[in-house]
């Protein structure tokens, strides 16, 4: 069976740093991203990487703060958050797609599983 879970989700302060981790099982995945929400808006998509070759992608508001990677040995897959403020408090979510291109993997559609979500407060 095919499970995500997400972890490292928590109360940070703002500016400081947090990483989050995703673990896979029962499959190997060409595509993972993450994605956010908070409450009363959408789910919108913070980054996706590649599981061959690591090519990754980015949203605006997130490039330069974030960085998503990847260790295959565990089928893991992290969000590193640097200096963080108060509108990145959201639940995160881990996604993934079995096979595809990662240049569609902005939008929530395309992915195939879903992890449960980790809560992320940022606080001033």
């Known amino acids: 069976q095919v499970q995500l879970v997400e972890s490292g989700g928590g109360l940070v302060q703002a500016g400081g740093s947090l990483r989050l981790s995703c673990a896979a099982s029962g499959r190997t995945f060409s595509i993972m991203g993450w994605f956010r929400q908070a409450p009363g808006k959408e789910r919108e998509f913070v980054g996706a990487?590649?599981?061959?070759?690591?090519?990754?992608l980015y949203a605006d508001s997130v490039k330069g703060r974030f960085t998503i990677f990847r260790d295959n040995a565990k089928n893991t897959v992290y969000l590193q958050m640097n200096s963080l403020n108060a509108e990145d408090t959201a639940v995160y979510f881990c996604?993934?797609?079995?096979?595809?291109?990662?240049?569609?993997?902005?939008?929530?559609?395309?992915?195939?599983?879903w992890g449960q979500g980790t809560q992320v407060t940022v606080s001033s």
């Open positions: 996604a993934a797609r079995l096979t595809g291109t990662i240049a569609i993997g902005t939008t929530t559609w395309y992915y195939n599983y």
């Open positions: 990487i590649k599981s061959s070759g690591g090519s990754t």
